[in-house]
Every structure is written in structure tokens, then in C-alpha cells.
């Protein structure tokens, strides 16, 4: 008999993913599954998914799960918290849902420190419909309706949510991740598991911000697209913790 | 019971809370602030739970996040607020959660004024939002029927897993009336296996609306639409006042139905043969209530009396199916239809009278 190393964790539904090859979501998924299951709240956790590519999120999570109009995770995330205080619940949440349709009920849920966890995924366009401009995307990248680049003159400036957040008094976790290598990839649970047990602690409100990878929309293998994410969305979007939570703050 | 005085608005919130309803959530917005400022107090005295939103996009949102998870739930809104819940509101719909919507209607279009208006109504009873959805539509006329109503509509609402849209306007919101409370009945909030609240050991919950494939999206709009179906067969309400021998037959709702009973009274006066059909369920439109007199074989016109430039004459002609002519006469804009040029309207058909 030998030992098992490695398993589905519980939260995850056996079911294969839909995304594209060198999509980092599945990478997401399964990390925020893990930490479900290593604080053991999947029984309590409700989850609410966005529009745009992690819209089946609903397919993925075994626990009991919301799929929300575009932008309006955090307030239906809202509604359900404060129906059930005594439930873990968490918004996953892409660049397009959370920083442009969608920044009205991010920001003021972080302001009203509503005890939820919110997983944003930066991977700098939008997915689902085709690689269009997002708030996130940087100076310059090509996408579909910004064929010559992004243009400052015309098409504004990108968006830095997690120093946008740091000011925000409710927010009492605040963090910028990646899961382009392994070594970051174990920093990205960290922060996940972090997210939860500041709700678990009713600390307030948690973001993690995780660069993640869309090779098909930037046209370039798996490979090249970490590469890319490493030299290009990481030079503009720097990682750490932007906020801490207070009584940690003290300690440091 | 003890007669006590209170405001339209407030009747909402009363009504609301003695029939368990225990989560509000909502944005500000002139006719229905008075129905918040009375929530604010009230939910935090029986243990609710009140939150102001930045906006009737997250409200409404908030309202489907609280429903879903299970809760009783409430919101409340005017014109343009309703407008943005719209999108919410279809979300609602498709999921199938129940929950109680107020619309204390403004002038419009755009911004227009906090005057009462009754020209929200092709909104109102053709779902409001993008999708083929209908919502129960519920038209108070007084104070005492709002606390009635309201209570009803939580019954609705969870009886057919459906949003429910109760239709004011500014002055039945801003009027004080007497009103008799019963002694608080007990409410009963029915289990809902449905509901996402955390699995807790049980099977998994998913509140959704995407159907991607096209057969299950028909196969969800069949579902829906056989609720609606039944709905119409069985959910029918208005009140006759004076129609059984009546040659003309009045038909408006809310406001503009107080009004036209004193139009009726006043012409019963004069010995003219006017009736009134008050719908107090807009959709679905009470169809019932005009085969019920073209049955009498007596009534001659109908005229639609509206607060606005003439939208529930639309249902009344399909409800009346050419079997009679259906005349309208209306005022807009916040502007009130008053008695004498409404008794003008009945003359000019009843006596061939021109003014």
C-alpha cells in the first residue's frame, strides 16, 4: 500500500476545466479549493462567481455557489453575508467585473468592511469575449479594441486596485500575488488562506490581487505568457501586501 | 382594533415587517424616503437588518444575494432607481427567488419630478428588464390596502419562487391615512431546500442564470412560462364598484381609482349608470373581470383613467377584445385627473354631450 501525496482537494468537483491551454484560473481554483479545505470551512463557504471566464466557477466549486450579474459580486456577496453572518463567503472576480463595470460595489463593500474574501484576477484583458481592453491593461499592449496599443491620450491610464485599496479604511487585507512559478504560487495560498482566516476573524474586509496568465488573448504560448506576465504586468503591477490587518501591523 | 394614522410610505414598512420580512436594502430617492427612514428604525427593534447601498445596482444585487442565501427580503425605489435595478430585477426573475420590490412612482421620463404619476406601468407589467420574465404587479389604492397588500405579496413572492412589484406613487406614499392593524399574526417563513446557505452537510445549492445551452435556456423559459400561465389563471384580483347595471365603466388603479369613485358616486348622484373596475393586480391584468360584464349584457363604453398618457388602455383593449370601444382620458407629468373633468369625459359618452 502506498501513501497518497496527492489528492482533489474536497471543494473542487471532479470535472475537467474549460480553460485554454496556459490559462492560470484552473492554477486559482485549485489553491482556493485547498485552503477551503485546510481551514476546514467547505461545509460554510458560499461562493459567488462574475461574469467573464470564471462564470462556471459554479461547475468547479463543490460548495454552494452564486453566479452574479457582471460586477455585482460583492454586493450580492453583500446580501448573503448579512443574511448569514456565520457563513465564509467569497467573490472570485476577474479585471473587466471588479475595476471597470463592477468598481462601484468593490469599493463600497471594502468601505462598509463587509467580511467577505475577494480573490481579483489580473490578467490584464478580457477573456471571455475576445481580448478586449481592460481597465488593467498596460500602456501600450495590443488588444482587440486597442489594435495600435493602449493609448493614454485616448484610452486613459490603467487601474492599480491594490494601492487604490490601501486607502480604504474597511479593507483590512490588502495583497498583490502571481502564479507565473511555483515559488509564487505557494506565496499566492498564503495569501488566499490569509484572505479567509481575516474573515474568519472578522477583521474586515480581504483582496488578493493574483497576476494571472490569458495566453490565447495576448497571442503567445504558455510558456512565453509567464514570461510575459513576470517582465511586463509585474513591472507595473509590483507585489507585496499593501495593507495588513491592524493588530498585526503592531507586531511588525 | 384601535385605528392609528399613518403615511403610505410607512404602511410599506410596517406592512413588510410584520409579515417577517427582516432585510432591506436600498438607495435614496424622493416619493419613498419616508419608507426608509421608517425601516432604519424599525429593522434594528425586532432584530433586521437595514443597509443603505451606494446605489439601486448594488441594492437590488444585495436583495438577490440575501434572497438566495435565503433570507426575506426587501427593497424600495422610484423611477429612475428602478430603472437601474432592472438588470438585477431579470436576475431575480431567472433565478426564481422570491422577494418584495416597491416602486412609488415619479414623473418621468428622465428625470422628470417627485409629482405622482402612474406612467411606469408598461415597465412594470412587461417584466421591466431584458428576458422574457413577468413579475406579479401589486396596486394599493389606500393605506389600509398597502398594509394588506404587502403581506400578500411576501405570500406571492414565496408561493411562486417570483420577484413581486408593488406600484405607487408619490401621493399614495406621502399620504396620511387611518389604519386598522390586526393583532401581529404570525408569520411563517416555509423551508427553502433551495436556497445556497452553505451546504452544511447536505447536497450543493447553485443560485444561477446562465444557461448556455440553447435547449436548457428554452427548456428554463418553457419552466417560467407555464408559472406565468398559471398565475394568470389564478391570481387574478380587482375590485367592482357599481358595475352591475353600469353603462360605463370606468377602469384605473391606484391613485387615479380614488378619484373615479367619487366620478362614480357623483354620477350615481345625477342617475347615470357609471361603474368602476379597480385592478388591484396589474399582471397579471384581470381579464376575468371584463368577460364578467360584458356577460351583464349592460355596459356601452369603457373609459381608462390614467396618470399618464394612456398605457393600461393597452391591456384593456386585448381584455376587451373589441367587443366594446375603450376610451381613455388622461393627465400626466404630476398632474392629477380631478372629479369635473372626468364627469365631462362620462357626459360627452353616456349624454353625447359636448362641452
Known amino acids: 500500500m502506498y501513501k497518497k501525496v496527492f489528492a482533489r ?74 443574511a448569514l453572518p456565520d457563513r465564509v463567503v467569497f467573490t472570485y472576480q476577474g479585471d473587466g467585473d471588479l475595476a471597470a463595470i463592477g468598481m462601484g460595489e468593490i469599493v463600497h463593500a471594502a468601505a462598509r468592511g463587509e467580511k467577505i474574501s475577494v480573490f481579483f484576477i489580473n490578467n490584464s484583458v478580457y477573456g471571455m469575449t475576445g481580448g478586449q481592453m481592460a481597465p488593467t491593461t498596460l500602456p501600450g499592449q495590443v488588444t482587440t479594441t486597442t489594435p495600435y496599443g493602449r493609448d493614454r491620450e485616448i484610452n486613459g491610464n490603467p487601474v492599480r486596485v491594490c494601492e487604490m485599496f490601501s486607502v480604504i479604511d474597511g479593507a483590512a487585507y490588502v495583497a ?22 481575516v474573515q474568519l476573524s472578522g477583521l474586515g474586509f480581504a483582496l488578493v490581487e493574483i497576476l494571472s496568465a490569458c495566453p490565447t488573448n495576448w497571442g503567445l504560448s504558455p510558456a512565453e505568457a509567464l514570461n510575459w506576465l513576470a517582465e511586463n504586468l509585474i513591472a507595473y503591477y509590483p507585489l507585496g501586501d499593501f495593507k495588513i490587518p491592524k493588530e498585526e501591523a503592531k507586531n511588525v | 382594533m384601535a385605528k392609528v394614522l399613518m403615511k403610505g410610505n410607512e404602511a410599506f414598512g410596517e406592512g413588510a415587517i410584520r409579515a417577517g ?60 432607481g428602478i430603472s437601474l435595478m432592472q438588470e438585477g430585477i431579470s436576475f431575480i426573475a431567472c433565478a426564481e427567488l422570491p422577494c418584495v420590490i416597491v416602486n412609488i412612482m415619479r414623473g418621468g421620463p428622465g428625470l422628470g419630478n417627485i409629482a405622482p404619476v402612474q406612467s411606469d406601468y408598461f415597465q412594470a407589467t412587461r417584466g421591466g428588464g431584458h428576458g422574457d420574465y413577468r413579475l406579479i404587479v401589486l396596486a394599493p389604492s389606500s393605506v389600509q390596502e398597502i398594509i394588506d397588500l404587502v403581506w400578500e405579496a411576501f405570500v406571492l413572492a414565496e408561493k411562486y419562487l417570483n420577484p413581486i412589484l408593488m406600484l405607487g406613487d408619490g401621493l399614495l406614499g406621502q399620504m396620511m391615512e387611518p389604519v386598522e ?156 385627473p380631478v372629479l369635473t373633468d372626468v364627469v365631462k369625459e362620462v357626459k360627452k359618452l353616456l349624454l353625447k354631450e359636448e362641452p
Open chain 1, 176 to 197: 498583490r500575488v502571481s502564479v507565473h512559478n511555483p515559488a509564487n504560487i505557494i506565496k499566492t495560498k498564503k495569501a488566499i488562506k490569509k484572505a479567509f482566516q
Open chain 2, 21 to 80: 420580512c427582516r432585510f432591506y436594502f436600498g438607495y435614496p430617492i424622493t416619493p419613498q424616503s419616508e419608507l426608509a427612514h421608517f425601516l432604519a428604525k424599525r429593522m434594528p427593534e425586532v432584530g433586521g437588518t437595514f443597509l443603505q447601498a451606494e446605489s439601486e445596482l448594488a441594492s437590488i444585487n444585495m436583495v438577490f444575494g440575501a434572497a438566495g442565501a435565503g433570507a426575506r427580503v426587501m427593497t424600495s425605489s422610484s423611477g429612475p
Open chain 2, 181 to 336: 392593524l390586526d393583532e401581529e399574526k404570525e408569520f411563517f417563513i416555509p423551508l427553502r431546500p433551495w436556497a445556497a446557505s452553505g451546504r452544511m452537510g447536505g447536497p450543493k445549492r447553485i443560485i444561477n442564470t446562465l444557461y448556455i445551452v440553447p435547449e436548457e435556456a428554452e427548456k428554463h423559459n418553457f419552466k417560467l412560462n407555464q408559472k406565468y400561465k398559471e398565475i394568470e389563471v389564478k391570481e387574478q384580483r380587482w375590485e367592482n364598484y357599481q358595475t352591475k347595471d353600469a353603462q360605463l365603466v370606468l377602469v384605473a388603479f391606484g391613485t387615479a381609482a380614488r378619484v373615479c369613485k367619487g366620478v362614480v358616486d357623483y354620477c350615481r348622484e345625477q342617475g347615470l349608470p357609471v361603474g368602476l373596475i379597480r385592478p388591484i393586480t396589474l399582471w397579471p391584468f384581470p381579464d376575468k373581470a371584463f368577460d364578467y360584464i360584458l356577460s351583464l349584457g349592460t355596459v356601452r363604453y369603457f373609459l381608462s383613467v390614467e396618470m399618464s398618457t394612456g398605457q393600461m388602455i393597452e391591456d384593456i383593449r386585448l381584455a376587451v377584445d373589441g367587443r366594446r370601444p375603450v376610451h381613455f382620458y388622461g393627465r400626466f407629468g404630476g398632474m392629477l
Open chain 1, 9 to 82: 482537494p474536497k471543494a473542487l468537483e471532479d470535472v475537467p476545466f474549460h480553460f485554454c491551454p496556459g490559462c492560470t484560473h484552473g492554477i486559482i481554483h485549485r489553491l482556493i479549493a485547498e485552503v477551503i479545505e485546510e481551514l476546514n470551512v467547505f461545509e460554510q463557504t458560499i461562493g459567488v462567481c462574475p461574469v467573464g471566464c470564471a462564470v462556471f466557477a459554479y461547475n468547479y466549486f463543490a460548495c454552494d455557489i452564486f453566479q452574479a450579474a457582471h460586477g455585482r459580486a460583492p454586493a450580492v456577496a453583500t446580501g448573503i453575508k448579512r
